[in-house]
């Protein structure tokens, strides 16, 4: 892993003013209010990038304009059409700004790159947002694209698989991943309380790395990471624990309750085995990079793994600082643990809809 860039929109909300316009959005009753204000403070997240703010102060009807109030005739806001118009506009840009970044970072030249691949579960258009960095930074018109779809928070790892795989194949490719993540423009009205722990962490962002050969002739700017093995697993009986859901007004998430015990019962003897398929026990993992899905998420990891809280600090403070920006935040989370430098090998793992988890360990 060469290189890698990350990107968020220019204007911010902190979650106290999020609250506020949740209880606005959602709630028929006082007793829905108290709920979502206290539900928005514990949710580990401070402030989050949206694409829908078009300024960082003000009220809330003076920072953006996308989302109307909740009337008899429009009770559930925006179409999914006009939410995946948004998204077509406002991805590329992200997109283009992330890649940029982590070309800078690896030294490789956008004309070099011989593989492009995409990932986003919050938009789709065709042609989409790898068009856009075609165009702009620019690739040559013959690269190979390949598009990741829908397939949740997760979702970079599948990415870097497939990434992996075609630089096994031949190792003068040069793969660039990117994500884009606009989960902003899925908020959904009403009192529904597994959409509205949705609304209060998920956020948008975008992030890019660059693969290639560990001998190709261009060397990165600091340590970059090596990608050993990869990892997958859908848990047993968890259907409908997570799922992501296209409906008329967004896509619409669900998020059960039963999640921590599922990675209570499941995780470990799991990561367990395919660790030890590759020399490694959980103990001799030095740094986790875990998707901040939520707290609960980020507790219920470190209890089912016997892990100190301290495991997870980097997960938590993009979490605090960003939200969940679906696919893109562990590329986020991989960033912050290459400047600090911090301790491999590595574990990288998210889970996503099913409810599966994917991992790559790397050193």
């Avoid at 690269?143 to 075609?166: K, P, Y």
Wanted: aromatic share 8%; with cysteine.
């Amino acid at each position: 892993m060469a290189g890698i860039g990350t990107a968020v929109p220019r204007h911010e909300i902190s979650q106290t003013l999020a609250g506020e316009a949740s209880a606005a959005y959602c709630c028929d009753k006082p007793d829905q209010a108290r709920l979502i204000e206290g539900l928005y403070r514990f949710s580990g997240v401070e402030t989050r990038r949206l694409v829908i703010l078009n300024r960082s102060d003000g009220t809330l009807a003076e920072r953006q304009e996308f989302y109307t109030a909740r009337t008899p005739e429009s009770p559930a806001g925006p179409t999914t059409g006009e939410r995946l118009e948004f998204f077509e506009r406002a991805a590329g840009p992200l997109a283009v700004e992330a890649a940029t970044k982590a070309l800078e970072q690896s030294g490789v030249e956008s004309r070099s790159v011989t593989h492009l691949v995409t990932v986003s579960c919050s938009g789709f258009s065709a042609p989409g947002f790898d068009y856009v960095l075609i165009d702009q930074l620019p690739m040559k018109p013959t690269v190979a694209r390949t598009q990741v779809g829908f397939m949740g928070c997760h979702a970079a790892l599948n990415a870097l698989r497939v990434a992996r795989a075609f630089v096994a194949a031949d190792p003068k490719a040069v793969v660039l991943v990117c994500c884009v993540e606009l989960c902003s423009l899925h908020y959904q009205y009403g009192w529904n309380p597994e959409q509205i722990v949705a609304n209060a962490l998920f956020s948008d962002g975008a992030a890019a790395c660059v693969i290639q050969s560990a001998d190709a002739d261009r060397v990165a700017s600091g340590r970059p990471f090596r990608i050993l093995a990869s990892g997958s697993t859908v848990l047993p009986d968890s259907r409908d624990a997570m799922t992501w859901r296209v409906g008329d007004h967004g896509f619409r998430m669900t998020l059960s309750s039963s999640v921590p015990g599922l990675l209570a019962q499941h995780l470990h003897p799991w990561l367990s085995e395919w660790l030890g398929n590759h020399g490694h026990r959980p103990e001799s993992i030095g740094t986790w990079a875990v998707h901040p899905g939520g707290p609960r998420i980020l507790q219920a990891f470190t209890e089912a793994m016997r892990l100190d809280s301290r495991h997870v600090d980097i997960s938590r403070e993009i979490l605090r600082q960003h939200g969940n920006m679906s696919s893109a935040t562990l590329l986020f989370i991989l960033d912050r643990l290459r400047a600090s430098r911090a301790e491999g090998p590595f574990v990288a793992i998210g889970f996503g809809p099913g409810l599966a988890a994917e991992a790559t360990l790397l050193d």
